[in-house]
Protein backbone atom coordinates (compact mmCIF):
# COMPACT_ATOMS: atom_id res chain seq x y z
CA UNK A 1 0.00 0.00 0.00
CA UNK A 2 1.02 3.77 -0.92
CA UNK A 3 1.75 6.02 1.91
CA UNK A 4 2.03 9.93 1.76
CA UNK A 5 5.61 10.77 1.58
CA UNK A 6 6.93 12.12 5.11
CA UNK A 7 8.92 15.42 4.47
CA UNK A 8 11.90 15.27 7.07
CA UNK A 9 12.42 18.83 6.79
CA UNK A 10 9.19 18.95 8.84
CA UNK A 11 10.12 15.76 10.95
CA UNK A 12 13.63 17.49 12.01
CA UNK A 13 11.46 20.48 12.63
CA UNK A 14 8.80 18.71 15.05
CA UNK A 15 11.90 16.96 16.56
CA UNK A 16 14.20 20.01 17.47
CA UNK A 17 10.71 21.44 18.78
CA UNK A 18 10.35 18.51 21.46
CA UNK A 19 14.19 18.80 22.60
CA UNK A 20 13.80 22.93 23.42
CA UNK A 21 9.73 22.64 24.05
CA UNK A 22 8.08 20.91 27.30
CA UNK A 23 6.63 18.62 25.69
CA UNK A 24 8.22 16.17 23.29
CA UNK A 25 6.90 13.50 20.87
CA UNK A 26 5.33 15.61 18.26
CA UNK A 27 7.51 13.78 15.29
CA UNK A 28 6.55 10.56 16.08
CA UNK A 29 2.85 11.01 15.82
CA UNK A 30 4.09 12.98 12.44
CA UNK A 31 6.02 10.18 11.26
CA UNK A 32 2.90 7.53 12.07
CA UNK A 33 4.41 6.18 15.07
CA UNK A 34 1.36 7.34 17.62
CA UNK A 35 2.69 4.44 20.51
CA UNK A 36 6.13 6.23 20.67
CA UNK A 37 4.74 9.15 20.46
CA UNK A 38 2.25 8.79 23.67
CA UNK A 39 5.92 7.30 25.46
CA UNK A 40 7.75 10.88 24.72
CA UNK A 41 4.50 12.75 25.77
CA UNK A 42 4.34 10.62 28.90
CA UNK A 43 8.61 10.80 29.50
CA UNK A 44 8.73 14.96 28.94
CA UNK A 45 8.81 16.00 32.14
CA UNK A 46 12.19 14.05 31.89
CA UNK A 47 15.38 14.52 29.83
CA UNK A 48 14.96 11.16 27.54
CA UNK A 49 12.96 12.42 25.16
CA UNK A 50 14.45 15.28 24.92
CA UNK A 51 17.87 14.20 24.10
CA UNK A 52 16.37 11.44 21.74
CA UNK A 53 14.37 14.20 20.07
CA UNK A 54 17.74 16.36 19.66
CA UNK A 55 19.22 13.18 18.49
CA UNK A 56 16.39 12.53 15.71
CA UNK A 57 16.42 16.36 14.25
CA UNK A 58 19.74 15.63 13.51
CA UNK A 59 19.47 12.09 12.10
CA UNK A 60 16.45 13.32 9.81
CA UNK A 61 18.04 16.43 8.75
CA UNK A 62 21.45 14.04 7.40
CA UNK A 63 19.72 11.37 5.70
CA UNK A 64 19.33 11.83 1.99
CA UNK A 65 15.18 11.67 1.14
CA UNK A 66 15.31 8.43 -0.65
CA UNK A 67 16.73 6.78 3.19
CA UNK A 68 14.00 8.74 4.61
CA UNK A 69 11.30 7.71 2.57
CA UNK A 70 12.22 4.30 2.91
CA UNK A 71 13.06 4.49 6.52
CA UNK A 72 9.80 6.39 7.17
CA UNK A 73 7.88 3.41 5.20
CA UNK A 74 6.73 5.74 2.58
CA UNK A 75 6.85 4.16 -0.96
CA UNK A 76 6.80 6.14 -3.56
CA UNK A 77 7.04 5.56 -7.35
CA UNK A 78 10.81 6.95 -6.80
CA UNK A 79 11.66 4.75 -3.66
CA UNK A 80 9.99 1.38 -5.66
CA UNK A 81 12.11 -0.39 -8.10
CA UNK A 82 12.09 -0.20 -11.43
CA UNK A 83 11.30 -4.09 -11.97
CA UNK A 84 8.14 -3.33 -9.47
CA UNK A 85 6.82 -0.16 -11.36
CA UNK A 86 7.21 -2.22 -14.33
CA UNK A 87 5.35 -5.30 -13.13
CA UNK A 88 2.45 -3.32 -11.55
CA UNK A 89 1.98 -1.60 -15.11
CA UNK A 90 1.65 -5.30 -16.83
CA UNK A 91 -0.07 -6.30 -14.14
CA UNK A 92 -2.78 -3.28 -15.06
CA UNK A 93 -2.67 -3.87 -18.54
CA UNK A 94 -3.68 -7.67 -18.12
CA UNK A 95 -6.48 -6.52 -15.98
CA UNK A 96 -7.66 -4.38 -19.03
CA UNK A 97 -6.97 -7.00 -21.30
CA UNK A 98 -9.31 -9.37 -19.40
CA UNK A 99 -11.85 -6.79 -18.76
CA UNK A 100 -12.33 -6.40 -22.05
CA UNK A 101 -12.37 -10.18 -22.90
CA UNK A 102 -8.95 -10.51 -25.09
CA UNK A 103 -7.70 -13.12 -22.79
CA UNK A 104 -9.51 -15.99 -20.64
CA UNK A 105 -9.62 -16.11 -17.18
CA UNK A 106 -6.97 -19.09 -17.22
CA UNK A 107 -4.35 -17.41 -19.47
CA UNK A 108 -4.62 -14.09 -16.89
CA UNK A 109 -4.39 -15.91 -13.81
CA UNK A 110 -1.01 -17.68 -15.53
CA UNK A 111 0.51 -14.73 -16.69
CA UNK A 112 -0.51 -12.90 -13.20
CA UNK A 113 1.34 -15.44 -11.14
CA UNK A 114 4.22 -15.06 -13.49
CA UNK A 115 4.39 -11.30 -13.10
CA UNK A 116 4.27 -11.50 -9.35
CA UNK A 117 7.33 -14.05 -9.32
CA UNK A 118 9.24 -12.20 -10.92
CA UNK A 119 8.95 -9.23 -8.47
CA UNK A 120 8.90 -11.70 -5.55
Known sequence: MLSKPKD???A???ALA???LPVSGFHKFYM???KWGILYVLLSATMIPKVASAIE???YLFQDSDEFAQWSG???Q???PIQ???AADALRQLEQLRLEGLVSEYEFEQKRRQLLDRIG
Open 8 to 10: RRI
Open 12 to 14: ALL
Open 18 to 20: GAI
Open 74 to 76: AVT
Open 57 to 59: AVW
Open 84 to 86: TIA
Open 32 to 34: GQP
Open 78 to 80: KTM
